[in-house]
């Protein structure tokens, strides 16, 4: 079987793409924003940052490259253009499948969702009556498998001089796997990765191995099944959890920017410390959505605080059981 990463444009169609990224295990959206947009993303970041802070140093970004993390605490254009962009959440609401879907309806409001823990809840009223007991009922495949996403990690990945050799090839789920791997579960875990400048062969666009998210964990790659998400700026490339990827090596020495966005299912604890990356007073600059991207929001059962408005938890309002 062969694989590729298909192109396609903001106006293809939102099933169309989700389809080709569940099928190959990675899709590139091109010229979604504006190079403007992300020549403003990249001062805004820079505004904010020291070199020094900005200096990178580990086992995947090794010095010689610029890396920032809690990015929608230096950078509201990026919340708002990049991670919120409606395309890539059209795409998410079918993938990730959430009760709750973040993209915008035609008028310009969030749809309203099912919190599927209220479904959760209706049925066990039901049923506790008679039992007094709570049983829960299993959902069928239709169900969804979150009631909404959230952002993992927000950051800027800038590929220099430092990244000599390729990045090795990983899996991103490969964080909950110990945890999650004798389960069957749906797709809980989704990455972005924005062109902040032209990804090129040669400066270190993202390398995928299409298809490798149906692989045992133990195959290798082959040379040959390695494509690079090459794209002008303003581009997007999305892989899932299982999908094998990793950064190139930069021969030019004119460094590759890159914005990350990895969208999580509600009920998975965030790779980034959210609350603490975007501490309240950050929080609070944001949009409403951004504000509940970043985790600012729970669902009936989970993330919840006593009083606290579901939809924005810095708001008073009536959520909370306790
Ligand atoms: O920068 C890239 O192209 C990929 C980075 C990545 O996958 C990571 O750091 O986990
Ligand atoms: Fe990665």
Redesign the pocket.
């Known amino acids: 079987m062969s694989y590729e990463i298909e192109q396609f444009t903001g106006a293809s169609e939102a099933w169309d793409i989700a389809e080709s990224l569940t099928r190959n295990g990675g899709v590139i959206i091109r010229e979604l924003v504006s190079p403007e947009i992300m020549d403003q993303i990249y001062q805004q970041t820079l505004n904010g940052l020291t070199e020094k802070e900005l200096s990178s140093d580990s086992m ?2 090794p010095e010689g490259n610029r890396t920032t993390s809690a990015l929608p605490t230096h950078s509201s254009l990026y919340v708002e253009n990049l991670a919120l962009h409606n395309k890539v959440l059209e795409v998410m609401d079918l993938v990730l499948k959430p009760a709750c879907p973040m993209a915008l309806a035609a008028d310009g409001t969030s749809p309203a969702g099912t919190d599927i823990e209220e479904l959760g809840l209706m049925n066990v009223e039901e049923i506790s009556k008679e039992a007094g007991q709570i049983v829960f009922r299993s959902p069928d495949d239709s169900a969804p498998s979150c009631s909404y996403y959230k952002l993992g990690i927000g ?1 800027m ?1 800038e ?1 220099g001089e430092g990244m000599k050799v390729p ?1 090795p090839l ?1 899996r ?1 789920n490969a964080i909950y796997q110990p945890f999650v791997s004798r389960m069957h579960i749906p797709e809980f875990l989704v ?1 972005t ?1 924005w062109a902040g400048s032209d990804f090129t062969a040669e400066n ?4 995928v191995v299409p298809g490798s998210h149906e692989w045992p964990e133990e195959r290798i790659t082959k040379q040959e099944e390695v494509v690079q ?1 090459t794209m002008p700026k303003g581009s997007v490339v999305l892989w899932l959890s299982r999908t094998l ?4 090596p930069n021969t030019i020495g004119t460094p ?1 920017t ?1 914005y ?1 966005a990895s969208y999580v299912a509600n009920w998975l604890a965030s790779e980034e410390n959210q609350y603490i990356a975007v501490p309240p007073e950050a929080a609070a600059k944001l949009s409403d959505r951004g504000r509940q991207f970043v985790g600012y929001r729970s669902s009936s059962y989970l993330g919840w605080v006593k009083g606290r408005d579901q939809d924005d938890l810095l708001k008073p309002g009536t959520g909370g059981q306790i």
């Open positions: 995947l970004w950051a990945l590929v990045q990983h991103e990455s990765m270190g666009a993202t390398r998400a990827h990793g950064a190139a590759r890159g990350f």
